[in-house]
């Protein structure tokens, strides 16, 4: 069955697109705490990521699962608290995720509006050439 | 109850990351069917974005339902083919999901490499300035 030669097998499979980090609460809660190595307090995560109690928690353990947070209480000032941290694990491969999205954003920019790939940082952008 | 104050409700909740469109298969369709306007054939659809025909049928037919993605029978040289093309409304959502995934990115990238925001095209990146 001839199909046509301008398809490359698997050219827009985005395999590296891992779900794990993919689904949107959980996207929106690695971003908070790769932004915060110091850890953020599940309240605080909780308003920055407009998820309910449940929904985090739900999130939270399938990520401490993954090895990717680490969750600890704290109990600083007399009442427990659980303080949110990513781990050195998370860390790298979240930015492993991140570079296949990056990848990603470039094809649809593409696609969609017709746009060049922007430069990498610090190259120039020689823009259209007139043909 | 205080949190700290550094917090900003919602931050990072990222409401405009469309599902329909973030689910890793339905993105690799649309970033297909985006570079495509002219349309592409099932078969072709299934080979770029790895996936099998139960699978992307099932993705299709959702894309359809919401408008986003037309279908339609062609039988240009006797056997029957589908062609997938994305619709005007299609390209106009998609669009807006983009914009949200390029912010999505941007706060990721900074929150993980401590990277500064790529300039706007065609503007000039100064850099991080010595304090």
Known sequence: MPTTKTTAEGRFAYGG??????????LAILTTLAS??????F????????LTDGNLSRHLRQLRDAGV???RKKADTGRPRTLLR????????????L??????VRDAAVASRGEAPRP????????????
């Not at 779900?19 to 609460?25: D, M, V």
């Not at 915060?36 to 307090?41: C, I, K």
């Not at 990498?120 to 043909?131: I, M, N, Y």
Request: charged share 30%.
């Open 99 to 104: 570079d296949v999205l990056e990848a990603v």
């Open 17 to 26: 697109l891992d779900r794990l980090f993919h689904e949107r609460a959980r």
């Open 69 to 71: 947070i680490d969750m």
């Open 120 to 131: 990498a940082r610090g190259g120039s952008d020689p823009g259209f050439l007139p043909a």
């Open 86 to 97: 990513i781990s050195a694990e998370g860390r790298r491969r979240f930015l492993a995720y």
């Open 36 to 41: 915060r190595p110091s850890g953020v307090a």
């Open 43 to 50: 309240a605080d995560l909780k308003a920055l990521c407009s």
